[in-house]
Each structure stands twice: as C-alpha cells, then as structure tokens.
C-alpha cells in the first residue's frame, strides 16, 4: 500500500480526457515545460500519507506480521523506490496513446492489470508459475513496486538486491527515452517542436 502510493502517478488517466476535452492544448502553449504540473502530486501523497501510515499501523497490530527487517535493506529500499520521473514516464509513454486513440481507458486497464499481477500485489510471484516468474522478472512492473516491498521486508540477499536495482534502471532508461520519443512524434504530429 504505501510503496504503491509513493509511485503511483494519474498521468495515464488525465492524459485521455484532456486530450479530447481540449484542455492539453492550453497546457502545451504555456511558457513552462508540462512536466512542471507534475510536481504537484507529491504534495498530495504527503497529505494522503499520515492516513496511510494509520491503516497500516492498525493492520499491524491487527495481523501482527512477521518479517526479517535488516537495516541494510531498509537503507537499500530507499534507493529502490522508483523516483517520480520512471513513474511519471511509464504512465506518460501509455498516456500519450490518447493523440493517435480514441479512448486509452483500456489500455491503462491492462497496464493496471498487468501491475496487480507481475508487481506481486495480488500474490507473492513466488505462488505463480516459474514461467509467470520469468515474465515478471522481465517487464518492468515487479522492479517498480515487488522489488522495494521485497527489500523492506529482507527478503533478497545483497546480490539479489543489486540486479533488482540494475534492473529498475535499465528500466528507467528506457522508459525516459521512449517517453522522449513518443513526445518528439507527439510534436512532430502537432506541428510544433518539443
């Protein structure tokens, strides 16, 4: 709950209806870079993050979990959260569908899918298939959210936690630069420059 709240970002949600309301071309003739407006979100995550911190006190107490919590992995978990620009960009890059679709509602459907299961939110990816495992080792949503949940509760050993860590950032790379140039053909398809 509080890794998701910390990455989760509502670019691919807003992106659609700005899009067909007309609302992003205002956005796009402002004199600032439209990533400006996302700095907002981390405001409202430190307003939603107390609540977060009780519900989750209070299933403690509740379930009363066990887990190995090392010092080392805590520390490494900080590292591991994917900062906001990965986020923003993966939400980003499936957002900007909107200028070629109609709807992109069910693609960020299965994004959200896809997320619920490689990311190990609904189930540990130990419970599935080795092949399932595979997968998820390969697309980029257990390193965006399974991977620091799995360090805070120590479950990786130290060269576990440093492909993990290899691995978000290949992921990051690539995110930016496709979210680069889907924004470069988003430009060019406008007219306009970057």
């Known amino acids: 709950m509080l890794v998701n709240q910390a990455t989760y970002y509502l670019d691919m949600y807003e992106y659609e209806y700005r899009v067909r309301h007309g609302s992003l071309s205002f956005a796009l003739l402002k004199p600032v870079h439209r990533s400006t407006r996302y700095f907002r979100q981390p405001v409202s995550k430190l307003i939603t993050l107390p609540i977060l911190l009780v519900v989750s006190g209070s299933l403690a107490l509740i379930f009363h979990p066990t887990a190995r919590y090392l010092v080392g992995s805590a520390l490494v978990f900080i590292l591991a959260l994917p900062w906001p ?3 923003a960009s993966c939400g980003r890059t499936l957002a900007l569908a909107a200028f070629w679709t109609t709807r992109v509602s069910a693609i960020n459907q299965v994004y959200f899918i ?14 599935f298939p080795r092949w399932l495992q595979i997968v998820a080792d390969i697309l980029p949503f257990r390193w965006m959210l399974g991977l620091p949940v799995e360090l805070v509760l120590g479950r990786l050993t130290p060269v576990q936690a440093l492909a993990g860590l290899a691995a978000q950032s ?24 970057a």
């Open 114 to 127: 896809l997320m619920l299961f490689l990311a190990g939110q609904i189930a540990p990816l130990t419970l």
């Open 85 to 87: 620009s990965w986020c």
């Open 170 to 193: 290949a992921w990051a790379i690539i995110s930016l630069v496709l979210v680069r140039v889907i924004c470069d053909g988003c430009a060019r398809l406008l007219g306009g420059g």
